[in-house]
């Protein structure tokens, strides 16, 4: 059995993933707060598939789900990082010191919790999937925590790699840009019109877009690692430097 344990599977990349790594023979653990979205996943998927109600923040609960994966599901092939947000888009003085922290507590702390307890599971060879972002790369206004929590993820891939050096262990970073998920509705805490604003007139990547890319590199050949890669619409480009007094 070809295992894939996917943090985030409830929305947007996550649930897209799962359901294209299902079509393509692996057996899904789906990980998400929201249990009722994963059991919606899981009546859809035809290999056999486990779904776990966690919260990446809660180290208990992560290593207490790594130490009891049945004996039969503990040899995982593939692991995405993916649950993450960002919470608020204001500039750093006027934004919220409390989504700073669900941000460094999800993004960072979560996934360096779910890296450390799942790692042993992919002894036996397998690849690792950290989700990042172009935020993590350029900044762009009130980009500034949310930024910085995926330039970590790009950093501390990179890293792992390092460490991880004679085992059979890819690591990649996946940098997407702007994608229609729930993404924008979490970032704005509800307010679709704000949200729907985002992706008003422009061509965005969906989520089956960025499940592809990761799919395409799970299936390249094992000695093939793609470090880092950044993944954007072709509508979306940069802006620039700006300067003030023009
Ligand atoms: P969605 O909001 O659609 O999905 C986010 C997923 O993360 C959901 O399944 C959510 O599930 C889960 N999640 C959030 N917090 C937690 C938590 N504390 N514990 C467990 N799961 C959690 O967004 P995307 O699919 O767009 O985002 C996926 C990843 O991609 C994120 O890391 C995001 O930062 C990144 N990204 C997104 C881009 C975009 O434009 N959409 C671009 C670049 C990167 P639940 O609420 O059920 O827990
Ligand atoms: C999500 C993409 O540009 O909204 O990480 O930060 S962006």
Redo the contacts with the bound molecule.
């Keep these: 059995m070809k295992i894939a344990l996917i943090?985030?599977?409830?929305?947007?990349?996550?649930l897209s993933l799962a359901k294209m790594l299902d079509n393509a023979g692996f057996a899904v653990i789906a990980?998400?707060?929201?249990l009722e979205?994963l059991q919606e996943l899981q009546a859809e998927l035809k290999n056999p598939s486990l779904i776990y109600a966690?919260?990446?923040?809660d180290k208990n609960a992560v290593f207490e789900v790594a130490k009891n994966l049945p004996k039969q599901w503990q040899n995982i092939e593939i692991l995405v990082n993916?649950?993450?947000?960002?919470l608020g888009q204001e500039s750093f003085e006027n934004a919220d010191l409390e989504d700073f922290e669900i941000m460094i507590d999800?993004?960072i702390k979560?996934l360096l919790y779910t890296t450390k307890a799942f790692l042993p599971h992919l002894e036996r060879g397998g690849i690792i999937f950290n989700?990042g972002?172009v935020a993590g790369a350029y900044p762009y206004p009130g980009s500034h925590v949310y930024g910085g929590t995926k330039a970590f993820v790009r950093l501390f891939s990179h890293t792992l790699r390092n460490d991880l050096k004679g085992k059979d262990i890819r690591v990649t970073t996946i940098a997407?840009?702007?994608?229609k998920?729930?993404?924008s509705e979490?970032r704005f805490k509800g307010d679709k019109a704000r949200a729907d604003a985002v992706y008003d007139g422009t061509k965005y990547l969906s989520?089956n877009d960025v499940a592809k890319v990761i799919c395409d590199i799970a299936a390249l050949p094992k000695h093939v690692n793609i470090n880092y890669l950044e993944v954007m619409p072709v509508s979306q480009s940069w802006a620039g430097f700006a300067f003030e007094g023009k």
């Excluded at 943090?7 to 996550?14: E, I, L, M, V």
């Excluded at 990980?31 to 929201?34: E, H, K």
């Excluded at 993916?82 to 960002?86: D, E, R, T």
């Design positions: 943090t985030g599977a409830s929305s947007g990349f996550g990980c998400a707060r929201r979205k966690l919260d990446v923040r993916n649950a993450g947000l960002a999800t993004n979560g989700l972002s997407p840009g702007i994608a998920t729930e993404f979490v989520a």
